[in-house]
């Protein structure tokens, strides 16, 4: 039986699935070749389209067409193939996808949707398609509980939760399944459904409350994508009233094995657990003299069984750190911790490492510990909700940041993407908002993510076109030449009025929204930039700093260590310069810092009136939210450059080259 499409609650924006979107595909003749749940989810989808469109579709026909569309499972063998992979051809007027597996007859059929009626046109072809990661993720830091501090979601600028309400499972599963099936769309096959910071009604998910899981779980299934959970670590202690949860003790080995299959019982395609430990406060293995990777084996071992993973984020630093104390760089701590560990993590633990030493700035270098552990299976993890990034009130696309870090190769020439065999995730950035993701155009993000997470190599634009036409399916060439000026660039505009050349953080503690160029400078969390009258930066050299360069493998390590090869973007990261050092561009940081922020706002002043010129061409809610949104990062952006221009006038006493107002 074709499983109907799910259909999303009443005013809830279609994203990247429209129903227009569907056209070329409905009004066709379609063959339906194979058998399984995935399969009934392809002829519902197509079912569905060709109800709207006038088409026809036919299951397994003894009927020979002729068909313009065949969808079969079979014929390429799974050894080609894969689960996920699948080849598409055209030959004769038809266009025929082929896969092995159920996944991979979806994923056909999405790739036939974004093709619309490209997908019918020319002349004989053959292509076989297969992801490069076997795992794309998104972490939910979604509360079960409203955290008084944090919320409902962490992080979150989107809503409420999609799975979470004040304490409980919210119940409305059509939406949890009209989101696995925007997330098939893009290529995502695997969510984890609670933050990583795990509380105390959130760690009842694994025991007495894994049913709302379970429910969750079966609303995902039929569009491919597995669930994951967070855990404590201290979960034997907290739940299962044993004295400890050191990782090598018989009773927490075994309290984790019954937990574990108890899961499995309720969720046979569990995809296992994420962990942060030893991370701001989260218990971990430290407290028992244990290591990370005895930590993380811990609960492998409980997971092998059933084919689970265990995803172990490096995210561990000292978070009450001592800001006198110029011997600790948090910048290092992910490596220093890690790197010797290398080898000595279970094959079915994957570490979890963010893409940057720090935590998701607007500009950071890639983080050293990705290219120093060939021997422990790491997975590459970005952050979609942008914590750092103008919190879904501003505009920034973050595709070119994130194919930037992708194609980084360190030393043996391996890229990012290539390194990531655990998979890549990312921080997800949804919510019950009406629009997804708060701001109706940081739906791009996700949809990058997913796509990049397939191919990580993927040209970032060519992935936005993607989203426009399957978003926009009508779009004249204005529209999406509007869509390409306002998103395109601004990632890097955002960065124009923020933290200047890598140094980051200059956010408001706590919420990080807007800036406070000091906010940082005297905490404890290891977040400093170190301006004086004389410069400005972390010097993180060998040399003369604290060393991290030194992570680094050839080229990288060289050219991080002097400021006279350090890429402009992150001298600041690596380097304490006087305000009047000459970068690449000719220009002196603190021109560089005025000239950059006045840039931003102009072009931020600009964004907006490409963006009511579109007006009309976009239906009127998302063209409101969207221009609602664009007032407040005008205003957001403004202060920033005051701000910050204004701190570093009165730091240094340089006046600004071109004389303009600095207040
Ligand atoms: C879930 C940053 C965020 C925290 C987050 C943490 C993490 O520090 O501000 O909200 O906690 O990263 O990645 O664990």
Redesign the pocket.
Known sequence: MPLPVPVPPEGVDPAWLPPAAFRAVGSRRTLIRGSGPLVETVHGEVDDACRRFGGRVVRDASDDGPYDLVLGLGADGPELLGEEGFTSAREGGTTTVTASGGRGLLYGLFHVVRLGEAAFTGGPSRRTHHPALALRMLDH?DNVAVHPV?GQV??GYAGGSLFWRDGRARGDLDRVRAYGRLLAACGINAISVN???VHATEARLLTDRVGEVAAVAEALRPYGVRTHLSVSFAAPVLLGGLSTADPLDGAVRSWWAEATRRVYEAIPDFGGYVV?AD??GQPGPFAYGRSHAEGANLLAAALEPFGGTVHW?A?VYDHRQDWRDRTTDRARAAYDHFVPLDGEFAANAVLQV?HGPM??QVREPVSPLIGAVPRTRLAV?L?ATQ?YTGQQRHVCWLGPMWSEVLRFRHEDGTSVGESARGGLVA?ANVGDDPFWTGHPLAQANLYTFGRLAWQPDAEPRAVLDEWISLSFPDAPTRLADGLHAVLDGSWRTYEKYTAPLGVGFMVQPGH?YGPSVDGYEYSPWGTYHFADRDGIGVDRSVASGTGFAGQYGTPWAGRYESPDTCPDELLLFFHHVPYGHVLKSGKTVIQHIYDTHFEGVEEVEEALSVWALLAGLVDPARHGRVAERYEEQLRSAREWRDQVNSYFFRKSGVPDGRGRLIH
């Open positions: 830091w944090m962490e992080r933050n990583v910071n942060k991370s701001e984020r995210f963010k935590d998701f993890e952050q914590e921080v990080h």
